[in-house]
Structure formats: C-alpha cells, structure tokens
C-alpha cells in the first residue's frame, strides 16, 4: 500500500517559526516501510514554519503556524492508498475539521486515520468529525500508531484491529503498546524535512549546535495526577537498551553531522542500570556530542554518581520536574517527591555545573496564596544551590487525566468543552478556578512567579537588584 503521513499545521500564541522533529511519524513510516510498504510524509509545520495566519478559535485569536490546507492537499502524492494525520495536542481538534474537510473534497475514496494524543484522549469526538452529513475521519488509532497502521495497512478488517475506532464501532477497543522497542526501526528521518530541525531544541529555540531528538523509552508507571502521557503510551515503562541508542547516534552523526542530542523521553532515568549504561557507553565511545534531557528527569531517579556520570558523558542540560516547593501540594500531585530529596539533587547539580532548569506549576487546586508564596521562595532557594532557571506552566486539567476527572467533579472547570479550549504553557489561559483562586489571581501569580525566577526573561533583559524585587512583593500581595 501507498501510504501518506501527514503533520498538519499548529496553533501558536506568538508569530515565531516553530519546529517538530515528528519522531512519531517517523517510527511509524520506518515500520510500515521495514513491512513492505511505501511511505510519504508531508511535515507541514516545518515546511511552511514561515506562513503564519491568524486563526479565530471558539475561545480566542491565535496564530496558524505552517502550510496551507490546499498546499497540503496538493502535496499529497497520485496513487495514495490511505492518508494518515497526526494530532498531538488537543489544540488540533479544529485544525483537523478543517484539514479533513479539504482532503476528502479532493480524495473522497481515499480511507483518512487520525492518531496522536487529541484521538486518544478523545476517540468518540474526534472521530465524528462532519461536514453536512458526511463524516471525514475514517478510523481513528489510539496509543502507539505502529501496529494498527501496518494491520489496516495489510486489510486486516478494522472490526478485528485493536486500538482502532471507526464509525459504528460499538465494542470497546484497548490501545497497542510494542513491548520490545528495539525492534522497531530508527524513525524513517529520510522522509522528513532534517534540516529544517537541526537548529532548533524542543522548547523552539534557536541553537547554535546541529540538534536532533532521540526517544529512548516509553510509557510511565507513575500516576502523576496532571499527566497527559497513559493514553499514548500507557503505565507501562519499555525502553532500548543502551546498544541500541548508541547506534542511532552514531546513525545521526554521520548522516546529518549532529553535535547534540535532545533526549525526549518522560522517563530516561527510570531503571538506573540501563541509564548507567547508556551513560558508561557515551563515555566509552567519546562520540564528541553533548546532549541534553529536556522533557524532565525524574528527581527520585537521580544520585550523586549518576550526575557525575551525566556531566562526563556529555550531559550540558537537564530539566527537572519539581512542579512545586510545597509539600503539601506535592502530594496532592501525587508525584511521589519530597523537597528535601529537590534540595539534595540541585545543589549537586549545582556543584557539577550541570545547569539544571525546573519544571514549576501554578495554580494545582488546593494553591492558597500562602502556599504559592511558600513554591517560589523555595524555587528562590533551588536558585542559590544551581538552578538555572524555572519553566512555568499553568496548571490545565488535560482531558481523562486525574486532574481533569476532579475538576470536573468538584466543578472547577471554567470550560468543560476540551476540544475548543486551547493549552498553552507559556501564556497563562487558566481553566480552573477553585475556592482558593480565581483565573484572576493564577495570572497574577503566574507574572509574579516569572519576576522573582526569571527576571532576564521578565524585564526583556534587564535584571532588577534581588532587594528591589523583594520589596514591592508585600505591597503587590496587599492588592
């Protein structure tokens, strides 16, 4: 079969080019390929990162960052067979609507797959996507894309395909995981625009080094109660072993001349001997790369050796998942963390000049203002010890997550249709609202967290005396 993936365009707050590595993609055009068939990728956003269109959605004007819906369709090669679209936020409900609406005017025999973390989370409404009377999304996978793509790729019948959705479906279908990632191929990083993600990182900032990304595991069998990730990969933590990763760098280094790694994985460091010996092996080789860890390692994972081990093998930065500097609210996370084990783990980073940046939260439920004054003096204190710096984030109830069921329950939902509520982290677009705070007062907050923490980045460069800054918070607070 001939099969299309597609990577459609995205919302963004800001008119700044943004890039994926679309590793997803790209694992599952490598395993459709290793199995026979021929595959094409259209990576829209980073093709078309420079056409930004503003954008209305339900609840406010963003910006669309990447090709035209007709450019996409024109891109779609003759003798497709099946259309695949990736949806990884639920950003994209509308985006896909809009998006499928012009692919089946053009290919209305054509099957349509939708998959990624919006059909996921939400199967049911994603798949009965309508224009007039006409339903435009075929099937709809939940979970890892890779083995209900080569059964619907082979004409297996979807009514025997776990992990598919379709129109009339009535039984409930559970997602596919691969139990053994080191027998998928490397993702298939020739169909895909290279160049155009060498120099940016995750986060979408420019940087100086050839970059790419690197998946070394997946599933988390924590339960962290704002956690989005189970239903695309499940509880279950599978990883490659170190081997494994090891050739794939040594791949992309000759291929594309790469100087860094981004590590993207929720749980790198989760089984300590293999992260040891992916670690000894980077060590071993001396493949002359950094890398970095930036999706959050796991603080109870960390010792004194390991960090060692991380900055001899070339280990620059690393993100950590603090989330709060209150215990109490730890808990209520369910994270499993404790401030004294934070303490611990920043100040050797420190020591190591590892430049560790931490995640933080605002306005989890049950914040008071106390608590939240008590987060940031303690984040003050990881600062002082070696904290680069902090990466804050509005707490958001993510659809079928703990979070979300409780806020629901409680009623604290400020608006209960997910599918048009738009989550950015990097602007405050608070959609909870408990006793203990308005959206009012998580902006606030949320300001006050990025002048104490990130002053550079508050005052566009100019960073205010310690004191000054400490003073005006009483009568800030008073307001």
């Not at 958001?396 to 939902?413: A, D, F, I, V």
């Not at 608070?430 to 002053?455: G, M, S, V, W």
């Amino acid at each position: 079969m001939h099969i299309t993936l597609i990577c459609p365009p995205w919302y963004y707050m800001d008119k700044i080019p943004i890039v994926s590595n679309n590793l997803g993609l790209g694992y599952i055009g490598a395993y459709l390929i290793k199995h026979g068939h021929v595959v094409e990728i259209i990576d829209s956003l980073a093709e078309g990162n420079r056409n930004i269109v503003k954008a209305s959605t339900k609840y406010q004007s963003v910006y669309r960052i990447g090709l035209s819906y007709d450019e996409i369709v024109s891109r779609i090669p003759q003798g497709t067979d099946m259309i695949g679209i990736t949806a990884p936020f639920i950003n994209h409900a509308q985006i896909i609507r809009e998006l499928s609406s012009k692919i089946k005017a053009r290919y209305p025999c054509i099957p349509l797959v939708l998959g990624g973390a919006y059909p996921s989370t939400m199967p049911e409404h994603a798949l009965l996507q309508y224009e007039g009377e006409r339903n435009m999304i075929d099937y709809v996978v939940i979970g890892e894309g890779e083995i209900p793509m080569l059964e619907l790729a082979s004409w297996v019948a979807a009514e025997g395909i776990d992990g598919v959705y379709y129109q009339g479906r009535k039984q409930i279908t559970t997602a596919r995981f691969i139990e053994c990632l080191d027998d998928i191929p490397f993702p298939a990083r020739h169909l895909l625009p290279v160049e155009k993600y060498l120099h940016t990182d995750t986060l979408g900032r420019y940087s100086r080094k050839r970059s790419l990304e690197v998946l070394t595991s997946r599933g988390c069998p924590f339960k962290c109660t704002f956690c989005a990730a189970h239903p695309v990969f499940g509880y279950k933590w599978r990883a490659r072993s170190a081997e494994n990763i090891i050739l794939e760098i040594k791949h992309l280094i000759a291929a594309y001349g790469v100087e860094h790694i981004n590590f993207i994985d929720d749980n790198i460091s989760l089984d300590s001997n293999r992260m040891e010996s992916l670690l000894d092996q980077l060590i071993k080789e001396r493949l002359g790369i950094t890398w970095s860890a930036v999706s959050g390692l796991r603080i109870s994972t960390l010792n004194k050796e390991m960090l060692e081990k991380i900055k001899e093998s070339g280990g620059t930065r690393i993100n950590l998942a603090i989330e709060s500097g209150d215990p109490m609210i730890l808990d209520a996370m369910d994270k499993g963390l404790s401030v004294e084990k934070i303490r611990e783990i920043v100040r050797i980073c420190g020591k190591l000049s590892l430049n560790p940046r931490g995640y933080l939260m605002i306005g989890y439920p049950g914040e008071t203002r106390e608590s939240f004054l008590k987060s940031v003096e303690f984040c003050e204190e990881l600062k002082t010890a070696g904290m680069k710096t902090f990466i804050l984030s509005i707490a958001q109830p993510y659809p079928k997550t703990p979070l979300w069921k409780m806020c629901r329950k409680q009623g604290y939902l400020v608006r209960d249709d997910m599918e048009n509520v738009l989550f950015f982290s990097e602007y405050p677009q608070p959609n909870i609202i408990t006793p203990e705070f308005d959206q009012k007062e998580i902006r606030f907050r949320f300001k006050l967290a990025q002048r104490r923490l990130n002053p550079l980045e508050y005052w566009g460069g100019k960073i205010l005396p310690r004191a000054w800054t400490k003073r005006i918070i009483p009568k800030e607070l008073k307001k």
